[in-house]
T-cell receptor, first 111, second 113 residues
């Protein structure tokens, strides 16, 4: 039981490049989330998926897109990376209870 | 929307002493308050949570108290150990159609051996 896994762990991009961050959970959770974490700003919700087949915007969705591929997987795509998207990205999931369980994070640097 | 304020931003204690982190929230409809511990280079890990129908909850050296009237809640760590050093986040959940959680900005706790 791996919980929430994320790939890659680290990534360096040039401005304008695109990439997809992958997330998978093996806890049979319905809801999945993408957050970004920046110094002094805590965790901010980018997008979430309340259940398979649905996605909705969070606080800071601009510049990102998501896909809920199936119940296990929720990916985050940066179409044209910008330096302001340099951050640590966390995926999380939750089931019927309210607690969210986080993955180990992806550290992204956009030059 | 919900706003969660967390204090202090940094906290240093001697090993064996107690540590207290405080949070306030703005939306009286919030009814679930989790606390997360984040070690360097790792994702946040849920350590304890409390629901609004309970005033206090304990788990070994960790306790959380909730004052619904004042809209604040606190994390108490007793007999601190070096492995308690981490960043701690409080959070509040709004009652809404989806499970959105609003996080505080974090407290960096340093336990000095």
């Amino acid at each position: 039981n791996a919980g929430v896994t994320q790939t890659p762990k680290f990534q360096v991009l040039k401005t304008g490049q695109s990439m997809t961050l992958q997330c998978a959970q093996d806890m049979n959770h319905n809801s999945m989330y993408w957050y970004r974490q920046d110094p002094g700003r805590g965790l901010r919700l980018i997008y979430y998926s309340a259940s398979e087949g649905t996605t909705d915007k969070g606080e800071v969705p601009n510049g990102y897109n998501v896909s809920r591929l199936n119940k296990r997987e929720f990916s985050l795509r940066l179409e044209s990376a910008a330096p302001s998207q340099t951050s640590v990205y966390f995926c999380a999931s939750s089931g019927d209870v309210w607690a969210q369980y986080f993955g180990p994070g992806t550290r992204l640097l956009v030059l | 929307g919900e706003n969660v304020e967390q204090h202090p931003s940094t906290l240093s204690v001697q090993e064996g002493d107690s540590a207290v982190i405080k949070c306030t929230y703005s939306d009286s409809a919030s009814n679930y308050f989790p606390w997360y511990k984040q070690e360097l280079g790792k994702g946040p890990q849920l350590i304890i949570d409390i629901r609004s129908n309970v005033g206090e909850k304990k788990d070994q050296r960790i306790a959380v108290t909730l004052n619904k009237t004042a809209k604040h809640f606190s994390l108490h760590i007793t007999e601190t150990q070096p492995e308690d050093s981490a960043v701690y986040f409080c959070a509040a959940k709004m009652i809404s159609g989806y499970q959105k959680v609003t996080f505080g900005t974090g407290t960096k706790l340093q336990v000095i051996p």
